[in-house]
């Protein structure tokens, strides 16, 4: 089970963080990861379930969970297997080639906001060194920044931090350097 390549995100900015955060554990071909879903989200005019956690489980659930519920202090998590897996569905199953894109539910600054945008836009199987990345969005003294804001994305794959490599040519991933060349190796072999 595995996300289609023609699959497509709508970001969707939160002004807040969401006050519940329902989320369960999905079963993928790169391992078990963490979904987290936003319903609804406020003030977008469709009304709909978004994906605001997406996490590749390390070490074990306990601890995947402790680490989401750090990053969201301000939201309850409430672990609800039905409506993780009706977005799940969606994502990972059923009519890729013609489905609605994704809603994703990001909240941060305007900057961290304009570099998940910048990897959204990143064509499947392509990488970019953050130097690279800073420059496409127009801040190219602010590689540290850039940095900083991929290492804070919650939503992994999706927002494809996986694509952006060190210029030094280090393979880091907040999930581990075997894992990142795993995901960019499956996305050129789908080119």
């Known amino acids: 089970m595995w996300i289609s390549q023609n699959t497509q995100v709508r970001l969707v900015p939160l002004k807040d963080p969401p006050k519940t955060i329902r989320y369960s554990f999905v079963e993928t071909k790169f391992g078990q990861m963490m979904m987290g879903v936003i319903n609804p989200i406020s003030g977008d005019s469709k009304n709909q379930v978004a994906i605001g956690v997406l996490h590749f489980v390390d070490k074990n659930n306990v601890s995947t969970y402790n680490e989401v519920q750090e990053r969201w202090p301000k939201s309850e998590l409430c672990k609800d297997d039905d409506a993780v897996k009706l977005v799940a569905d969606k994502l990972f199953g059923g ?57 804070k994305n919650e939503v992994a794959i999706l927002i494809p931090c996986h694509r952006v490599v060190s210029q030094n040519g280090a393979s880091k991933y907040h999930w581990g350097a075997a894992l990142k060349q795993q995901l960019l190796a499956d996305e050129k072999s789908q080119n």
């Open 95 to 151: 009519d890729k080639e013609n489905s609605q894109a994704i809603p994703i539910a990001i909240y941060g600054t305007d900057f961290q906001l304009s570099v998940w945008r910048a990897l959204v836009y990143m064509k499947r199987g392509e990488t970019c060194t953050y130097s690279q990345l800073a420059e496409r969005i127009g801040r190219p003294t602010a590689v540290r920044a850039v940095a900083s804001a991929v290492a």
